[in-house]
């Protein structure tokens, strides 16, 4: 029997160059299956997962009611309850008894009687879970954002007001067109009608995945190519579809459960249902980030990246420095990150440091693209070297201990390598750099 150590040898230390087509994509697969896997036994996305139940839980109602006020007004508003049906399906007689609670408490929202504080209360539930929704997007780029609170309320604010609105407009032609005549009289020859019903089968999960996708490519704070967002919605998709089935077993053979926690047994089920399907969106999320940073899966590699963080941020500095010096435009990230070979959300950390020390500052553009802050030669490079490498635990050592001696001396070496010089001093002499 193959121990799991050969199995992680065998798939991180084979070389895909030397395979043929077809193993050369089951490498590829079990390495991003293996990573999937990774970031699942560390804990993130399933913290992210059940804190998104919890706010769900909250802001469900206050959610539904805003986008049933915006439905009503279009006429449409008779959708919600097959939508939240199609949702609850794998939990089987349960979805009818949840969805009729859900609509009630909807229908029963009286807006005018909250007052000022309570629509303000109400709004706020609703934004809390686009909040915590687009973090734990964050999360799973390996992205601390770059979008201002404004431009994210705003982003809050469409997907509110128009994504309802879009998502059963989508639905509505779909139907359409599947109710059309010409569909009737294709349906009349049998295998145009065998694939119709199919269509038909799988039109929910297919806009499911679209609107994922839409979701992976609006909702993070760098720019996601729109394959590898089109790829994890349908990833999620069929992941959430495969769970839904599964789970609707486990619903089926849950009797005891009913009977150990009688009526919470529903809300039981309900809560678990809801954290399946939120980490089957944070699964999406992360398989679209891997598609296209790939470097990424490797085992190690964020680790890697914050051992190469003072070489890295090095050599962004002498990009952005020789090309201030040579009075040429500032470069996006995007150049940035082609010019030293590193991911784009990775490069954010390092130059968010660089930004909050004073040493480097945006444009002010949306997209900013960064200029040194303060003139090259009155910046140490002994105050650059300390931000990228950060300082050494000194602190909180004895003043006699050995450790605290040896601490002491590495700091006093590394300020007398770099004595004497400034940022100008990296950006070299020579031509500018030049980035396509």
Known sequence: MISVTKMHTALWKGRPDALGPGRRLLLWA????????????????????????????????????????VLKGFGVHNQLEPLLLNVLAPLGDKATQITQQILAFVSNMKVGVLGALGLVVLLYTVVSLMQKVVRAIDFAWDNRGRRSFAQRFTDYLAMLL???????????????????????????YPLLGALLHAVQRWMPTAVLMLTLGFLYWFLPSVRVRWWSALAGGVFAGLLWKIIGLL????????????????????????????????????????????????????PGWAEAAGARQLVVGLRLLRHIVRRFCAGQAPLTLRQLARAVGQPEPWLEAVLARLETAGILAGDGAENPR???????????????????????AVEGVEGGDAVAV???RLETARDEAVAGLTLRDLGGEGDAVTVT
């Open 30 to 69: 079990g390495r991003l299956a293996s990573a999937l896997l990774r970031d699942l036994a560390r804990g993130g996305l399933n913290l992210h997962a059940m804190s998104l139940v919890y706010t769900t839980l909250l802001s469900l109602v206050p959610l539904l009611a805003l986008s049933f006020s």
């Open 162 to 188: 128009i994504g309802p609105l879009l998502l059963f407009a989508l639905f509505g032609i779909v139907s359409g067109a599947m109710e059309s005549s010409l569909a009737h009289r294709l349906a009349q």
């Open 247 to 298: 789970f609707a077993l486990f619903v089926v053979n849950s009797t005891r459960y009913t009977a150990i926690y009688s009526a919470f047994a529903t809300i039981l089920l309900f809560m678990i249902w809801l954290y399946l399907s939120w980490l089957s969106f944070l699964l999406g999320a992360r398989l679209a980030y891997y598609l296209q940073y790939p470097e990424a899966m490797w």
């Open 370 to 392: 960064l200029l040194p802050a303060r003139a090259p030669e009155q910046v140490p490079l002994r105050e650059v070297v300390a931000v990228l490498e950060g300082p050494l």
């Open 406 to 408: 040896v601490l002491r």
